[in-house]
């Protein structure tokens, strides 16, 4: 099965590639919380947060997964 996969954050930069390399950045950090995902198949869209408890970041943790709204 095919899934679009997009992670969301806002960010106050100069520029579009500034703002690129920021999230790349925040997503590459091993101690980033960035762990909250929205996954479509196409269909429907569920929000996955890899780590609802705040306890590891590396996304380890229980997920949660519930319709996107």
Not at 6 to 35: C, F, M, Y
Not at 40 to 52: I, K, W
Request: hydrophobic fraction near 40%; charged fraction near 25%.
């Amino acid at each position: 099965m095919e899934y679009t996969v997009t992670w969301k954050i806002e960010l106050d930069v100069h520029d579009p590639v500034e703002a690129a390399r920021k999230a790349l950045a925040i997503q590459r950090n091993p101690g980033s919380w960035a762990t909250v995902f929205t996954i479509h198949d196409g269909v429907q869209a569920v929000t996955v947060d890899l780590d609802p408890e705040h306890l590891d970041p590396s996304g380890g943790g229980e997920p949660k997964v519930a319709l996107a709204a």
